[in-house]
C-alpha cells in the first residue's frame, strides 16, 4: 500500500535550524492530513493536522503545508530542537460519507522519517 | 491529560498459542482501532470498532483475530493462533468523534512468537 510515501528515511539537522519533513500521497480521495511523531517504546502521537481546504496550518514551532496539485505536504519544524528527535509519519484518514456528513475511519500511514537534530 | 494505556507492553508466546492484548481507551472516547507496526515496516490498520461492532477492517484482519469491547473500558484484540509473523507491535488507538480523525495511540505491545 504505497498510497502515502516519505521517501526519506532520515533527516539530519543543527539545533535551531529548519527540519522539513515531506510527504507524498497518490490518493485524490484524501483530503486530511494529519502529522504523528513517535519517540522509541511509545506510541504515535498526533502532531498537527491540515484540511484540503487550507494550504498552512501553523501551531507554534510547527507549520504544515499541503500543496494538492503536487499531492504533497511538508511538515517544517523551525526551530528544531534536540527533543524533536523521533520519527515522523505522516498519515491520511479515508474519508466516507453517509447519511450524517462526512467522515474518517482508518489511518494510511506513510513509512516515517528519523529525524535527528544536534546540539 | 487522558491518555490510552495498553498491557502488556511486552508479551512473548510460542506459536499456535492464543494471545489477548488489552487496551483502555480515552473514557470518553467513541471508536476504537488496532494498528500494527513489523519491524521496519509501516504502521498498518487492522480493525476499527464503534457501538460495539465492528466498523471496517483490513485484509490482515482474518479469523484468527477478534476484538471486544468487555465491559465499559476495556477494548481488546485476540490472537488466537499466533503464527512467527504475527510479531509486531500493536497499537490501540481512540477517538472522541468520527468526524475528525485525531486518533490518540497507546504505547504499544511488543508481541513476540517464537
Known amino acids: 500500500d504505497q498510497q502515502v510515501k516519505q521517501n526519506s528515511p532520515s533527516l539530519s539537522v543543527q539545533e535551531g535550524r529548519i527540519s522539513i519533513l515531506n510527504c507524498d500521497y497518490t490518493n485524490s480521495m484524501f483530503d486530511y492530513f494529519l502529522w504523528y511523531k513517535k519517540y522509541p517504546a511509545e506510541g504515535p502521537t498526533f502532531l498537527i493536522s491540515i484540511s484540503s481546504i487550507k494550504d498552512k496550518n501553523e501551531d507554534g514551532r510547527f507549520t504544515v503545508f499541503l500543496n494538492k496539485s503536487a499531492k504533497h505536504l511538508s511538515l517544517h519544524i523551525v526551530p528544531s530542537q534536540p527533543g524533536d528527535s523521533a520519527v515522523y509519519f505522516c498519515?491520511?484518514?479515508?474519508?466516507?460519507?453517509?447519511?450524517?456528513?462526512?467522515?474518517?475511519?482508518?489511518?494510511?500511514f506513510g513509512q516515517g522519517t528519523i529525524l535527528t537534530v544536534h546540539p | 491529560e487522558p491518555e490510552v494505556t495498553q498491557t502488556p507492553s511486552h508479551q512473548v508466546t510460542q506459536m499456535g498459542q492464543e494471545v489477548i492484548l488489552r487496551c483502555v481507551p480515552i473514557s470518553n472516547h467513541l471508536y476504537f482501532y488496532w494498528y500494527r507496526q513489523i519491524l521496519g515496516q509501516k504502521v498498518e490498520f487492522l480493525v476499527s470498532?464503534?457501538?460495539?461492532?465492528?466498523?471496517?477492517k483490513s485484509e490482515i484482519f482474518d479469523d484468527q483475530f477478534s476484538v471486544e469491547r468487555p465491559d465499559g473500558s476495556n477494548f481488546t484484540l485476540k490472537i488466537r493462533s499466533t503464527k512467527l509473523e504475527d510479531s509486531a507491535m500493536y497499537f490501540c488507538a481512540s477517538c472522541r468523534t468520527w468526524g475528525t480523525n485525531e486518533q490518540y495511540f497507546g504505547p504499544g505491545t511488543r508481541l513476540t512468537v517464537t
Open positions: 498519515a491520511a484518514p479515508r474519508r466516507t460519507a453517509n447519511a450524517g456528513g462526512t467522515s474518517y475511519g482508518k489511518l494510511t
Open positions: 470498532f464503534y457501538n460495539n461492532e465492528i466498523s471496517e
